[in-house]
Nanobody
Framework: QVLLVESGGGLVQPGGSLRLSCAAS????????MSWYRQAPGKERELVAY???????IRYVDSVKDRFRISRDNATNMSLQMNDLKPDDTAWYYC?????????????WGKGTQVTVSS
């Protein structure tokens, strides 16, 4: 059974930085797509970025692509470096994973970590 655990959220001032981490267990091999999603209060969950594989394709949504960076050192650990944070980045951030190479849409989710950007 896949288990994803996020960490690193917190309260930060606008313009600040945070680094989120996702630790996975239960992967049967290294062929998992991992992704970050977020859900702001009153809004639907949305994609932030994904990593198709270690050293593979990485994509960001336009609203974060110049400020956020995924790092994936190995098949089971992924981080999200978030710089120049804005109040609109306030959300619960979720790590997702799926054993596939054909889609970034997860079928396994972590419980999330909360990010609040406020002065």
């Amino acid at each position: 059974q896949v288990l994803l655990v996020e960490s690193g959220g917190g309260l930060v001032q606008p313009g600040g930085s945070l680094r989120l981490s996702c630790a996975a267990s239960g992967f049967i091999d290294g062929h998992y797509v991992m992704s970050w999603y977020r859900q702001a209060p009153g809004k639907e969950r949305e994609l932030v970025a994904y990593s198709m594989s270690v050293g593979g394709k990485i994509r960001y949504v336009d609203s974060v692509k110049d400020r956020f960076r995924i790092s994936r050192d190995n098949a089971t650990n992924m981080s999200l470096q978030m710089n120049d944070l804005k109040p609109d980045d306030t959300a619960w951030y979720y790590c997702g994973a799926r054993h596939t190479s054909s889609t970034y849409i997860p079928d396994n989710w972590g419980k999330g970590t909360q990010v609040t950007v406020s002065s």
